[in-house]
């Protein structure tokens, strides 16, 4: 596709569900990145894809949190049993390669309510 | 973990002001990105800064990375209300690594 496109747009749970948010990157890049933006704060990394190679999951807050890529494109981060502290938006990313004068190409994000 | 910390955390100008909004950090960084991000939208990348010293224009806007390489500012000049928006700096060796700080958000009022 032409960008980064993630659905939903807007996801309202009730606590304790599981949800699924859901990233196709832009074609041929070999790179995703799964982000959290929390009100007034930065964003925060939780997860990254880099081909075929194990995901790094050291941002990941918790063990609700998981994240696999199939065919090495369209991503789903899933969120079990959630809590309202999980309230953000959820950006996806994706890029060539990872080298430092790669751009970063971010789809809308989710925006996840837990009630 | 790298910390960035970006200022001013809000900031409410007129059309035809110039404004500066700042990076920075403890940590030296490889490289450092700006972002500007629109409500409802995903960051764009403004631009990428490598070398300590580097001074790159974008039309109106300037942006300087610190010869130590640990710090970064944004200057405007002549804001328009098409400039508002959350703006975003992000420092890394990699992408992989890059981190986010808080961000700037302007709004530039006609």
């Known amino acids: 596709g032409a960008g980064v496109s993630q659905s939903p747009s807007n996801k309202v749970t009730e606590k304790g569900k599981d949800v699924e948010l859901r990233c196709d990157p832009i074609?041929?890049?070999?790179?995703l990145y799964w982000y959290r933006q929390s009100l007034g704060q930065g964003l925060e990394f939780l997860i990254y894809f880099q081909g075929n190679s194990a995901p790094d999951k050291s941002g990941l807050p918790s063990d609700r949190f998981s994240a696999e890529r199939t065919g090495g494109s369209v991503s789903t981060l899933t969120i079990q049993r959630t809590q309202q502290e999980d309230s953000a938006v959820y950006l996806c990313a994706s890029s060539l390669m990872s080298r430092p004068n790669e751009k970063l190409f971010f789809g809308s994000g989710t925006q996840l309510s837990v009630l | 973990t790298q910390l960035l910390e970006q200022s001013p955390q809000f900031l409410s100008i007129q059309e035809g002001e110039n404004l500066t909004v700042y990076c920075n950090s403890s940590?030296?960084?490889?490289?450092l990105q700006w972002y500007r991000q629109e409500p409802g939208e995903g960051p764009v990348l403004l631009v990428t800064?490598?070398?300590?010293?580097e001074v790159k224009k974008l039309k109106r806007l300037t942006f300087q990375f610190g010869d130590a390489r640990k710090d970064s500012s944004l200057h405007i000049t002549a804001a328009q209300p098409g400039d508002t928006g959350l703006y975003l700096c992000a420092g890394g060796v990699r992408l992989r690594d890059m981190r986010f700080g808080a961000g700037t958000r302007l709004t530039v009022k006609p």
């Open positions: 940590s030296v960084f490889s490289s």
């Open positions: 074609s041929g890049h070999t790179a």
């Open positions: 800064v490598v070398t300590g010293g």
